[in-house]
């Protein structure tokens, strides 16, 4: 009895180790604002606090191939499609903590509003707003609601717009519409994200709920936009833990297609 306590106390002492504001150094655990604390995990499950500390924080956290700052991107990402919003809070502010800035954070969760529901959308709005509130972030820390757009590539979006057109235009016209006019020629291009972090944000989505036959093609537009295939490799690696195996390993044949089709 002793020794699992022992055990369960030491789990505990793992998960809470970074309780500041400050950056959290390498190998160590994001803060718990919200949710369970850490002696709650370690009291119900000691194993999952031993995996959280020891193969989460301590290790995936710090893998080489993506920056801690691109893992938040991907971890809010997969958290907000999946309408993860007890551990929202938390993640928000690690990616605070991890260079993510508020503006960033705001855009992340404009765009996801299309990529997986205006409910999740909203939903992160409210964590998001906790957040902020506690770090005194206020609205002129935020992107803008309209105005100032990236330059549009005319040739490819009308290429796109007319590969589109020509397989769906018939079977619903007006998504086909707003996906030209709301997407592609406003959300896409607001500056609140560069187009290669939008790309992971969107990809990272996908691949978290399952949407797999979305993948192809914004997998190759996020190559286009700078993003490499060992970061795409890493992004599957850092998801896997947030959004289960099973969507990994059903995205990963897709993926290596992509990889093989791409140019050298």
């Known amino acids: 009895m002793k020794t699992h306590l022992l055990l369960v106390a030491s789990a505990a002492f793992l ?6 504001k400050q950056p959290a150094p390498a190998g160590k655990p994001a803060s718990r604002s919200t949710g369970p604390s850490a002696e709650q995990i370690a009291a119900v499950s000691p194993g999952l606090a031993r995996f959280t500390a020891q193969t989460i924080d301590a290790g995936l956290w710090n893998r080489p191939g ?5 893992r938040s991107l991907i971890t809010l990402s997969a958290q907000i499609a999946r309408n993860q919003s007890t551990e929202l809070g938390n993640q928000i502010a690690f990616a605070l903590d991890n260079g993510v800035t508020p503006a960033e954070v705001s855009e992340l969760i404009t765009h996801l509003a ?22 005194n972030i206020g609205i002129e820390a935020l992107p803008a609601a309209q105005g100032g757009l990236l330059a549009l590539d005319e040739k490819s979006e009308a290429s ?13 016209p007006g998504v086909v519409q707003a996906t030209t006019d709301v997407l592609f ?10 187009p290669r972090d939008r790309s992971l944000v ?6 978290a709920v399952g949407q797999v036959a979305q993948v192809p093609v914004h997998l190759n537009k996020a190559m286009d936009n700078g993003l490499t295939e060992g970061e795409v490799s890493e992004a599957l690696t ?27």
Do not use: H
Not at 15 to 20: F, G, M, N, Q, R
Not at 185 to 194: A, E, I, K
Not at 202 to 207: E, F, M, P
């Open 238 to 264: 850092q998801v896997a833990y947030y959004a289960g195996w099973p969507n990994v390993f059903s995205a990963m044949p897709v993926v290596k297609d992509v990889f093989s089709k791409r140019p050298a």
């Open 114 to 135: 299309f990529y997986a529901s205006i409910g999740n959308a909203m939903s992160a709005v409210t964590a998001a707003r906790s957040v902020f509130v506690n770090r």
């Open 15 to 20: 998960l809470t180790a970074c309780a500041s």
């Open 160 to 172: 796109r717009a007319e590969r589109v057109e020509a397989n769906f235009g018939a079977v619903a």
């Open 185 to 194: 020629r406003d959300l896409w291009l607001r500056p609140g994200l560069s």
């Open 66 to 70: 993506l920056s801690r700052r691109d």
């Open 202 to 207: 969107t990809v990272s989505a996908l691949i």
